[in-house]
């Protein structure tokens, strides 16, 4: 690969003006996902330098307005004439889609960016952007408004003894064009760390100055640092994650395993920075070769105990309990869309698959107490495996309507358009009686439930489908769980949790809420989960009544009414002290009432959080609880 990196390595496809007109082509959609994804692509650009050696230092902040600013360390994008062009490199590269250096692998050998359209298409959605670039002993200064050149390139000597390179791009996304501008700190975040993770050494500042927050990412450690943060409140079976780094074909994988005592399994992949939440080859390459490496081990070192009858282990099996993360570097990458959810290069697979059994198979058999650890769990889970089997059969939709009826506590709503039914997740059954008839029932279904539903944190599937609570709201879902989940044959496209505003209510939330995020994720991930928000407190003077969500709320209130004389306020315990009138106007009447609907922006935050709420290790929760204590208010104890 050429060090040089000039206005020779920058190819032209065509014009940018098609951006406007289908922005949601480019980036996936105007709303808050293609927000952000404006902010990815010009990350992405920092660290394809970064990839090339030649960046270790990215800046990152977000300001009032929606302004973004990322800066670099890196060589700085061409500034020199372009030899078909006949302007500036970096005028090119910002307003001529499929205009970069990612090209030729001169440039850059792996790039993220492959598309060549990142930097442009952001130019082109943006209000302004104005680009610094420092390099050849000068700054480089060019701005842009609806995507186009509002002045000339602005050349300015470096002082002798401030020489420096790098890139400076500042942008606004234009309002008229997406639906919101409140860019979210938790998501970036997300997106800033996994860079990180997946780049040992660099190091990427973020600040949120609307808010006051800032983070610093820097990891030497790289993916193995990734993995052992993700599983730094489990037990783990074996102290040091398994690591593997191997080049074939020009390709880089990279592959980070360590596995823990729980039941749920983490994946995490990448295809050349790009996390392909959606997968692909080198993921399928991945679990073919987890499985067949383990059952071979398993089978060769006489690990399988059970009398006459074969045993197998399926990929469940082996995966049960496991913390990977796997990122492939390849030098053409062939993503679904721009949004890169999954990875469709065939070659990955075999990629994959062979170097992890030849690696995996090695390290199994230089270290044989691990092995048989991960072994053991793994047929554990095939035990397990068809008790859960028969359970699961219990509550598949197909089954229950073959049965003739749904779940007998469930009072269904008369619509049959899921896009416009409700599920109330009711606690108690004193609660679900009002709900049941202050309800609408054309579209809100209401779902008693008795007492806690199993902590499915520390239970196998087998375990979770017997437990009837848990069996009664799959059923009501009509979804499935686990490998069967299928989000579209949801009937109800708003779930709503309504629980006592006490340590009860507050512990029934958590724990449907872990059974959403570990088993149904897509619920919360496509918006369907939400929160009710009863009121604690009714206040009546004379004909007047209101109601109020907490204590700032209720003053308000009395001051309103005139103090408190004559006044008669009302604390409540529990839902079952309101009647069907007083639960309809306060939490259930669309037109008034108030949710918070759950979002999934940081999936490690949120897998951190579960975890510490509801795993084993008794310390870290109590950490968690002493920190944020301070945050919980009107919570009776």
Known sequence: MSKEYTAKGIQVLKGLEAVRKRPAMYIGSTDIHGLHHMVYEVVDNSIDEAMAGYCDRIVVSVGSGGVVTVEDNGRGIPVD?????????????????????????????????????????????????????????????????????????????????????????????????????????????????ELAFLNKGIRILFSDERIGKSHEF?????????????????????????????????????????YNDSYVEKIFTFANNINTIGGGTHLSGFKTALTRTLNNYAQNNNLFKNGKDEMTLSGDDVREGITAVL?????????????????????????????????????????????????????????????????????????????????????????????????????GD?????????????????????????????????????????????????TGIGEDFDVSKARYKKVIIMTDADVDGSHIRTLILTLFFRHMPELIKEGHIYIAQPPLYRLKKGKK??????????????????????????????????????????????????????????????DRTFTILMGEKVEPRREFIQKNATYVKNLDV
């Open 81 to 193: 004439m372009h030899p078909t062009q006949k302007k500036p490199a970096v005028e090119v590269v910002m307003t001529m889609l499929h205009a970069g250096g990612k090209f030729d692998h001169d440039s850059y050998k792996v790039s993220g960016g492959l598309h060549g359209v990142g930097v442009s298409v952001v130019n082109a959605l943006s209000e302004w952007l104005k680009v610094e670039i420092w390099r050849d002993g000068a700054t480089h200064t060019q701005e842009y408004k609806i995507g186009n050149p509002a002045s000339s390139l602005i050349v300015v000597p470096l002082e002798k003894n401030k020489q420096k390179t790098g890139t400076k791009i500042t942008f606004r996304p234009n309002p008229e064009i997406f639906s919101t501008m409140e860019f979210s700190f938790d998501t970036i975040s997300q997106r800033l760390r």
């Open 218 to 258: 820097h990891y030497e450690g790289g993916i193995v640092s990734f993995v052992s943060m993700l599983n730094e409140n489990r037990n783990v079976l074996h102290r040091s994650p398994i690591y593997i780094n191997e080049v074939k074909d020009d390709c880089v994988v990279e592959i980070a395993i360590q």
């Open 327 to 427: 990122s492939v570097k390849l030098p053409e990458p062939q993503f679904e869309g721009q949004t890169k959810g999954k990875l469709g290069n065939r070659e990955m697979m075999g990629i994959v698959a062979s170097i992890l059994g030849q690696k995996l198979g090695e390290f199994l058999e230089e270290n044989p107490a691990t092995a048989k650890k991960i072994v053991k769990k793994a047929i554990d889970s095939a035990r397990a495996r068809n008790a859960a089997r028969k359970a699961k059969d219990l509550v598949r939709r197909k089954s229950i309507l073959e049965s003739g009826s749904l779940p007998g506590k469930l009072a269904d709503c008369s619509v049959k358009d899921p896009e416009h039914a409700e599920l109330f997740l009711v606690e």
């Open 430 to 478: 004193s609660a679900g009686g009002s709900a049941k008839m202050g309800r609408d029932r054309r579209f809100q279904a209401i779902l008693p439930l008795k007492g806690k539903i199993l902590n499915v944190e520390k239970a196998r599937m087998d375990r979770i489908l017997s437990n009837e609570e848990i069996k009664t709201i799959i059923t009501a879902l009509g």
């Open 545 to 606: 009544e209101k109601y109020a969500n907490n204590e700032e709320k209720r003053n308000e209130i009395i001051e309103e009414f005139g103090g408190e004389k004559g006044l008669y306020v009302q604390r409540y315990k529990g839902l079952g002290e309101m009647n069907p009138d007083q639960l309809w106007v306060t939490t259930m009447d669309p037109e008034r009432r108030v949710m918070r609907q759950i979002k999934l922006e940081d999936m490690v935050e949120a």
